[in-house]
């Protein structure tokens, strides 16, 4: 095999590659402004979006199962910042408990 045959089949190879990539793995942008609240992470607001259009679609066993996943991230967001507030004040993890609802 000559170089130029290795380097023909692996630029076909990464061309495939790339085509099946971008045909099953969608690229999905969410925007998570600066007032959304922390545990809001964009995989959080993706699912809040999808568990929306379940309900309004009627498919509720599947909205509930959504819910509970979205349930468990923020748990686990929450768990994992509250865990590193020993490194603040008492008064920074006080503010970070509170609930902080913006209208």
Known sequence: M???DVNCAYDRFLSSIDSLISANIPIHTVTVPHSTPTYVTPLVKSLLRKNNKLIKTGKTIAADIVSAKIGKLISETRANQLSNEHLYSPQVV??????????
Request: aromatic share 8%.
């Open 94 to 103: 006080a503010e970070s408990c509170k609930y902080k609802q913006t209208m």
């Open 2 to 4: 000559e170089t130029s």
